[in-house]
Each structure stands twice: as structure tokens, then as C-alpha cells.
């Protein structure tokens, strides 16, 4: 009697482990409206180490690595606002913050994006309007071979606020500019 009961408890708690209503915690809503992302100041200045970038939060731009399927995410630190005026002031640059930003490319990088990061697309129709995808999808958006059930979305090449850990991108925020 007690075998068949625990033959009854495991055959019920397989079955509830299986059932597809069950969603796992890492299961991303794609194409799911969310903040667009915001920077105040600047963001982290490129320090590379032995080949390695710095963990931070850097301003990014990405590209499809020719005759590939891969990407690649071009790293470097923007300035914003008082800040950015600030930066050019100091630095003899009349016009060194046109539209309100300037991305300072005297140290750069290159980094690979994880296939697990949060990624979001700016909708190019509306500032401040994002939407949530994974690495798989902006792949084959700029590859221009993904589709988008977002009426009158079309991939632009905007920037993206990136969170860069271990030499990879693990959130990449595209962020909407003039």
C-alpha cells in the first residue's frame, strides 16, 4: 500500500513538472513594451586590462560581423547634459555636445553579447517607447531576416546602454538619439 502511494506521488509530481503551462524564472516575454533606458551623467570610462574591459555600464553600437551570423558590440563612454558641457568646455570643443551628448572614442573596445542578455530595441517612431527581444532576435534583425509584430517596427542602428560583465554584454538597452 505505501510503494502504490509513492508510485502515485512520483507519477503526479512528473506530471506537474512537465506541464507545459509551467514557465521557467530566465523566460524572456519578447516583444514585451518596456522603459527605454535613461543616463544622467556619463557612463563608464573604457579601462582595458590585459585584453579585458572593466565591468560597468558603457555606451555601445553594434555590427554584424561580415559572412557571419555573429555580432559584435563596439564599446566606448558617452557624456550627457551639464556634464557633457563640462567635458567640452574643459576640453576646447566648441560643439562637443550636439544634441545634448558626446560618445569619446579615444579608448574603445570590442565585446561579444551573451546569448542570455536582456536585450531591448528602441521603437524609432517614438522616443522613450522600447521593446524587450533576446540575442536571438536582434541577430536577425540586423540581419534583416526577422520579423516584428510590432506595427511599423523596422531595425535602426541606434546605440545601446550596455552592461558589460566578464568581457561580454549581459544587458544591451538600445536607447533612442536624433
Known amino acids: 500500500m505505501i510503494i502504490r502511494r509513492l508510485?502515485?506521488?512520483t507519477i503526479l509530481i512528473v506530471f506537474a513538472g512537465c506541464s507545459p503551462?509551467?514557465?521557467?524564472?530566465?523566460?524572456?516575454?519578447i516583444w514585451r513594451k518596456v522603459s527605454a533606458p535613461v543616463i544622467k551623467d556619463s557612463t563608464d570610462e573604457v579601462v582595458v586590462t590585459n585584453s579585458r574591459l572593466d565591468d560597468g555600464t558603457y555606451w555601445t553600437w553594434v555590427e554584424r560581423v561580415l559572412?557571419?551570423?555573429?555580432?559584435?558590440?563596439?564599446?566606448?563612454?558617452?557624456r550627457m547634459g551639464a556634464t557633457c558641457e563640462a567635458w567640452a568646455k574643459e576640453n576646447g570643443?566648441?560643439?562637443g555636445c550636439m544634441d545634448d551628448y558626446a560618445v569619446d572614442q579615444n579608448e574603445t573596445a570590442l565585446v561579444d553579447i551573451s546569448e542570455t542578455a536582456r536585450v531591448t530595441v528602441a521603437f524609432q517612431e517614438s522616443p522613450g517607447t522600447s521593446y524587450e527581444i533576446n540575442t536571438s532576435v536582434l541577430k536577425k534583425l540586423i540581419a534583416?531576416?526577422?520579423?516584428?509584430?510590432?506595427?511599423?517596427?523596422?531595425w535602426v542602428p541606434f546605440p545601446?546602454?550596455?552592461?558589460?560583465?566578464?568581457?561580454?554584454v549581459v544587458e544591451a538597452q538600445q536607447m533612442w538619439v536624433p
Open 7 to 9: 508510485f502515485v506521488v
Open 21 to 29: 503551462g509551467t514557465e521557467s524564472l530566465t523566460t524572456q516575454k
Open 67 to 78: 559572412g557571419t551570423e555573429s555580432i559584435v558590440f563596439h564599446v566606448a563612454r558617452v
Open 93 to 95: 570643443m566648441q560643439e
Open 144 to 154: 534583416g531576416v526577422a520579423t516584428s509584430p510590432i506595427a511599423q517596427y523596422h
Open 160 to 168: 545601446f546602454i550596455s552592461r558589460i560583465k566578464n568581457n561580454t
